[in-house]
């Protein structure tokens, strides 16, 4: 679905509509934010525009002890506020379905980030909680990294009492800031036992002393291993941090493991908190933003792409499984990859010697079975000793034997299952192929373009229509390729049917299509086929979409039961 | 170098102001690896005993840990039949400014203090668990066969 939004022109209208819906959302969100900045310049603490607890009051009553400072804070970084305004992960996220008509039901709200945006999002948070705590830069970086960026807590926690939040996050009560110094005659480094007043030495706010080289050591070696804010004075049963400011101050001059720190603290911030994650491509430096809370999974599928072209599933980083939510998607993948199915297979088709236990396959022949292994004679039908059946060789007259009737049914019950499972299988395996080979069709629809192009003298906007189907194939081939998981663990019900009915809809005009694209000669002039392509690429678009919507609608009215 | 500077203060400190009730000198051809005859505490099973220990500092000492182990064998639940001893300043609790006199005070604390619930040795710590008084017999037993009676 990248496609959609990377390449607007390729696809239909309803994308730029997407696209644009994103910065429509920022500038919504801004404005907002505009309005707060008012309200506290007023004073107004009553009636701040954010009205949904009584967080804003608290927020303003202490923006109001210090207004110079919270005045220029305010407007200098009020573009940066965002959505993380409200920075809370998932608790005022509305799910999935807004009222605003732009977004279709199953897509959810995300963004995505590079690491650079990620650093100045970082930096925005730090800047507007700053006057809020009315702590050094320092120590509102520490508390918030201690907190997982969750600001509201943290600004519970700091109002009740300071000192211990402080103490708890590793950070110093006493902020005087970190320096570096020499020239006290009674300082000895405990590291490395250097002494006197030649002595340069790290000073950090909890007052434990090393010499810079010691601390530098110490320190790099910690930005080796990955640690970014989590390292803490080498002075033992100190619990306080090496804080930002610090760091840079040791780290100075030297570049790489500047930038590894740079890289750790980024990477922690996206790793602490819940509404972001890495894109899982291989190498791909983005990262998502996503409020979709991890309660909401099992009936939604958030579903994201980022810039690099991946598309994935925001709350399983499996790739996009769309329409199944994550716990179904899992579970199917599982199941396709153990073997229980081979087990199955064995406990349909095979049964034990009575004697020796082997496992035989019954593959011709009549019932009178002598088990390779141990020479014992039996009869397939009933598993009783054959020297019971006297001459009857080919029919069993035990057959109706109570027991051997339940050993049928079992056997035929778990004959049933697997063939539910292959007949689901099949189906699934049959589109994640044909997806495959839309990969190469891509490739030839592409040359039958250019030959278009060529033949008729049509313009490149002109065959445009080829590769759009194209591309309404592969996503359709995706979503079918999950509903048949989602089929595969339905409860058979009405609601079941209506379901069914959408697939069959979507599959059948998705083949047709398929069809068209892969074989366009065979379906009468360029003119025809091209209005037909249209066509039906618009209808099965159209087929996809009432399958998205109301299956996201489904699952979020608990419309179906799946098996557990 | 810094880091030998350190061991040579620590070394003269270790001989200067010794810990009561510990023995800890480098061997003659290198500085990094230290003899220890510690002396069990009182009120322990390890009473009345002189175990011995050696210790060797890394290169990469003071910033990675040293690395000590039991030449004698112990029955203690933190401490393996090879003489490894499970202490969590040897480990990810190591700080470049505790020294190789805190390091032998943590250990002598370990003899004094065993703790079953994070064992090394996984049959002693449950016997610990199970019927302490058979335990403490046990290393009151094998202090006497094994460690060097005091002098």
New interface residues.
Partial sequence: MYKYESDSDNFMDEDDEFVDYSEEEHDFTDSEFAMDDENSDDNDTEDAGIAHDDRPRRYAETQATQPTQTQNTFSADAGDFEDDFYGIDGAEFEPVISSRGAKRPWEVDFKVYDPDELQAKQEAIVARMEPVLATSRDATTLLLRSYLWKDEPLVEDYLTDPERTLTKAGVAVDQTRPCIQSGDSAFECKICFSEGSDEEYFAPSCGHRYCTTCYKTYLVGHVLGGASWRIKCPTPKCNMLVGEEGARLLLAGDEESLARYNTNLTRSFVNDRDSFVWCPAPNCKYAIECHVPRSALRTTVPSVACICGNQFCFGCQLSDHMPAPCHLASRWLEKCRDDSETSSWIKVNTKECTKCKSTIEKNGGCNHMTCRECRYEFCWVCMGPWSEHGQHFYNCNRFNEESSKEARDSVSETRAQLERYIHYFTRYNNHEQSAKLARKLLATTEKNMEQLQRELTLSWIEVQFLSDAVDVLSICRSTLKWTYVLAFYMKPDNQMIIFENNQSDLEMATEQLNDLVENPTNHGAIEDIKRKIIDKTTYVKSRWETLLSDTTLGLQENRWQFVD | M??T??IL??VERLNKDPVPGILAQPIESNIRYFEVYMDGPAQSPYEGGRFKLELFLPEEY??APPKVRFLTKMYHPNIDKLGRICLD?LKD?W????QIR?VLLSIQALLSAPNPDDPLANDVAEQWKTNEKLAIQTATQWTKMYAIPPQ
């Fill in positions: 810094a880091a500077k350190r203060k620590e003071p910033m300043i609790k700080s470049p400014a505790l805190t």
